[in-house]
């Protein structure tokens, strides 16, 4: 997610530096190039050999070692991203004033690039009114500030001040510097997720979608630069990116009047949800008790929102479907590519080992309107919607 960008990981002295070395790791799997520099009694904390053996490079703790000056200003000017994590009430003070005695304080000077600061201290330190100015003048500098966490603390006491963790860290600086532009000025709708229909207060009727595909699209569109937005019927996932426009629905009706409202406004229209053809004609407005031996609930077709979208889409729009089969799959999906009017289906087969619903994998096959047949074979879903998104960007 991060492949290619170049990072500078600074580290002040806390306990919490420990994590500094997950986040070195993790910012290396992710495809990052990693340059270290800490303050002296940050070694305290943690050994700089650790941090140069993940990072591949060495560690900068001094202004110059064996006589050569370890070139901060180079380095500011090299990175894409200067994270500063942890960053202490010292750190950040004179980071608010440019109090330049360490490599941290003037690589962080000499950086052209986004910084973001991951502070790490005691809840009463954070909660002072010097740390609060000193966060909100480094703000008002442009800085990114990372929220802490409330838990446990070193000093035994239990609230806010923990250190981001490493993965909140790492997306962080994907959502800030790791998109990448080929889908940039595009606005995506997906729809993810089943919906519920009522019976009465306490019971509905759904099915078995989990939402991982649509959501999977979601990022995948995301990182690609999209402007992405999902509704979403009930599920236990949410996107991994805060900037993922996230609309929660129910009903059938409730996505059918969310997607009508914001279709006119995408560029692409993917339906990946799960919506129920069917639902109660009505809903009890008490628990229905348990009297008889059988009973009988009488449904009503939902409106099919894929199929008014495509009498409602213009030219510039693209508007792509799920199809999930069980038998004559290939006919069934193209009947529907064609009766609903789309440029696009995208064919999950039930009867295909490792696809559909609950399941982390997917295979899929995807037929156009222009008569194009693509088969994607059985990989992750994240896998999978990175392939959608590479595929539906060679239509555009
Ligand atoms: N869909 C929709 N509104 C509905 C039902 C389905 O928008 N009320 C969309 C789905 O999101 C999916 C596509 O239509 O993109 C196909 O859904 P699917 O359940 O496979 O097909 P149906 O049209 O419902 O037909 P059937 O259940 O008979 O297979």
Redesign the pocket.
């Known amino acids: 997610m991060l492949q290619g960008k170049k990072i500078i990981v600074g580290i002040s002295a806390s306990i919490a530096a420990y994590k500094a070395i997950l986040l070195v790791r993790l910012l290396k799997k992710n495809g990052a190039e990693v340059r270290v520099v800490m303050t002296q009694s940050a070694k305290d904390f943690v050994s700089p050999l650790v941090l140069s053996t993940f990072s591949n490079h060495p560690v900068w703790i001094d202004f110059h070692e064996n006589n050569v000056w370890n070139n901060h200003v180079e380095l500011g000017l090299w990175a894409d991203a200067f994270i500063i994590a942890p960053a202490t009430c010292n750190t950040l003070s004179k980071m608010a004033n440019g109090l330049c005695d360490n490599i941290v304080i003037a690589t962080y000077l000499s950086a052209r690039c986004p910084i973001f600061i991951a502070p790490a201290m005691d809840e009463d330190m954070y909660k002072h009114p010097s740390t609060q100015q000193n966060l909100a003048k480094l703000q008002s500098f442009g800085n990114h500030i990372l929220s802490v966490n409330t838990g446990f603390l070193a000093s035994g006491l239990h609230g806010e001040g923990r250190m981001s963790e490493p993965e909140e860290i790492l997306l962080e600086l994907v959502e800030n510097v790791g998109r990448g532009r080929s889908w940039q000025g595009e606005k995506v709708l997906i729809?993810a997720g089943p919906t519920q229909e009522a019976i009465d207060p306490v019971r509905y009727i759904s099915n078995h979608s989990s939402g991982k595909m649509g959501i999977s699209l979601a990022e995948a569109f995301y990182l690609q630069g999209a402007h992405v937005t999902v509704i979403a019927g009930p599920m236990s996932f949410k996107p991994k990116f805060s900037g993922i426009n996230w609309i929660p629905v129910v009903s059938?009706k409730d996505m059918e009047q969310a997607c009508l409202r914001e279709f006119p406004s995408s560029d692409w229209t993917i339906?990946?949800?799960?919506?129920a053809?069917y639902r109660p004609v009505t809903v009890a407005s008490e628990k229905i008790k348990k009297k008889e031996n059988t009973l009988e609930i009488s449904l009503e077709k939902?409106?099919?929102?894929?199929a008014t979208l495509g009498t409602q889409k213009r030219s510039h729009q693209k508007l792509i479907?799920?199809?999930?089969e069980t038998e004559n799959e290939e006919a069934?999906a193209l009947d529907?590519l064609q009766r609903?009017k789309l440029d696009a289906i995208v064919l999950n087969s039930l009867k295909e080992l490792g696809a559909g619903f609950g399941m982390d994998t997917n295979q899929v096959h995807v037929f156009t309107s222009s008569g194009e047949r693509h088969s994607l074979s059985l990989k992750s879903k994240e896998a999978i919607a990175q392939e959608l998104v590479n595929l539906f960007q060679s239509w555009k």
């Open positions: 729809s059938a339906m990946a949800a799960a919506v053809d939902t409106t099919d929102i894929l479907g799920f199809a999930l069934h529907k609903k």
